[in-house]
């Protein structure tokens, strides 16, 4: 399978400060996705971001397919940003299945 | 965004009983749908892949007697966790692959409490 690798495990941050997460991948992905999961553990979608650049808010994130990695950018961080940053690849483009990374673990204080 | 529900939210059961968990994609057809299982601060564990009108694939070293799941229709799979123990306690999430946009979804997940 595919391993994904994130990093850092653990990130603490003062409400307003900015941050980026990693993600490698051991083996190329066509499918990319970003998710946070909040406190009640519900999974919300944020990105599907397979190479590019794309921007939601204070958040973005960037896909460079041909060097297996791709980056979550949170400006201006809010409390409500709390929570665990997953990303999860897919080899190919049917039925694959998601690999997903061991999560970033995020906490703003205020 | 799509939206899959999950049903229960939380179950609490004696060991020795099954429990039922359904999942159902609300605004899209799901050909696809995952059961992940997830322990405190660890990630997703896929346990199984099921597609509409056909068997599921297990993951290695998940039972499938034990954990059967059912993909009946394109908007509905069901996980049950037959004679449960407490060892099966754990958070159980499944998702919904809308294929039009190649993105999975996830429900808010089920948190099982076997006594």
């Known amino acids: 399978g595919i391993q994904v690798e994130q990093s850092p495990p653990d990130l603490i941050l003062q409400e307003g400060a900015n941050s980026t997460l990693r993600c490698n991948f051991s083996?190329?992905?066509?499918?990319l996705q970003w998710f946070h999961q909040n406190p009640w553990g519900q999974l919300i979608n944020l990105f599907y971001?397979?190479?590019g650049t794309k921007q939601n808010g204070r958040l973005s994130a960037t896909t460079v397919a041909t060097e297996r990695y791709s980056l979550l950018y949170i400006s201006s961080s809010q409390t409500t940003d709390s929570g665990v940053y997953f990303c999860?690849?897919?080899?190919?483009?049917?039925?694959?299945?998601?690999?997903f990374g061991r999560g970033t673990q995020l906490t703003v204080w205020p | 965004g799509a939206v899959v529900s999950q049903h229960p939210s939380r179950v609490i059961c004696k060991s020795g009983t099954s429990v039922k968990i359904e999942c159902r994609s609300l605004?899209?057809?799901?050909?696809?749908m995952f059961w992940y299982r997830q322990f405190p601060k660890q990630s997703l564990m896929l346990m199984a892949t099921?597609?509409?009108?056909?068997?599921?694939?297990?993951e290695q070293g998940v039972e499938k007697d034990k954990f059967l799941i059912n993909h009946a229709s394109l908007t509905l799979s069901t996980l049950t966790v037959t004679s449960a123990h407490p060892e099966d306690s754990s958070f159980y999430i499944c998702?919904?692959?809308?294929?039009?946009?190649?993105?999975?979804?996830f429900g808010p997940g089920t948190r099982l409490l076997v006594l």
């Open positions: 998702s919904a692959r809308d294929y039009r946009v190649e993105t999975q979804y």
């Open positions: 099921s597609n509409e009108g056909s068997k599921a694939t297990y």
């Open positions: 605004d899209f057809q799901a050909t696809t």
């Open positions: 083996d190329s992905v066509n499918n």
């Open positions: 999860a690849g897919r080899r190919d483009s049917t039925l694959g299945r998601l690999y």
């Open positions: 971001i397979p190479s």
